[in-house]
C-alpha cells in the first residue's frame, strides 16, 4: 500500500492553524520505517499516527503535481519519498520543492491522514525542514 505522505503538517497550509517549521513533531523516524508499519498493519498504524505531526527522513523518488482532474483531496504537489511515502506541501512551497532532485536526502514534517476516497494514507501540508548544521 503506498504511503502517500501528504505532509499536511496540520496547520502548515499557511492557513493559520498554528503549525509552524519549528514545532516540535509527535513522531520522527524514516519513510522506510514508516512504510514498514503500513505493510504490517494498515489499520494499526493509521490509528496510530491520524492527525500526529510526523517529522519523515527519506529519498526523493519524484515531485509531481496533479491538477484539475483529479478530486479535490488528490490535487497538489507532491514529494514522493522512500517506501513511496507520499508527501503534499501547499503552494507556497513551490519555489523549494522545485528544487529538490531524485536521489536527494530530505526531512519532511507534515500530519498523517488518510484518503478516503483512495483509502490510502499520506503527508499533508508538509514542509522541509532545513538540515542540521
Not at 513511496?84 to 507556497?92: L, T
Request: with cysteine; hydrophobic share 35%.
Amino acid at each position: 500500500m503506498p504511503l502517500v505522505l501528504l505532509l499536511s503538517v496540520v496547520g502548515c497550509s499557511g492557513k493559520g492553524n498554528g503549525w509552524a517549521p519549528a514545532a516540535k513533531p509527535d513522531f520522527v523516524m524514516s519513510s522506510t520505517d514508516l512504510g514498514g508499519e503500513l505493510d504490517r498493519n494498515p489499520k494499526g498504524t493509521d490509528a496510530k499516527y491520524r492527525g500526529k505531526r510526523l517529522e519523515l527522513n527519506g529519498r526523493v523518488i519524484r515531485v509531481e503535481t496533479f491538477g484539475d482532474k483529479k478530486p479535490p483531496e488528490e490535487r497538489g504537489l507532491f514529494v514522493t519519498i522512500s517506501h513511496e511515502v507520499n508527501c503534499r506541501f501547499p503552494e507556497s512551497e513551490r519555489a523549494e520543492v522545485a528544487k529538490l532532485r531524485q536521489g536527494d536526502i530530505v526531512t519532511i514534517v507534515g500530519v498523517y491522514h488518510v484518503i478516503e476516497s483512495k483509502n490510502y494514507p499520506i503527508l499533508d501540508d508538509c514542509r522541509l525542514r532545513p538540515a542540521a548544521k
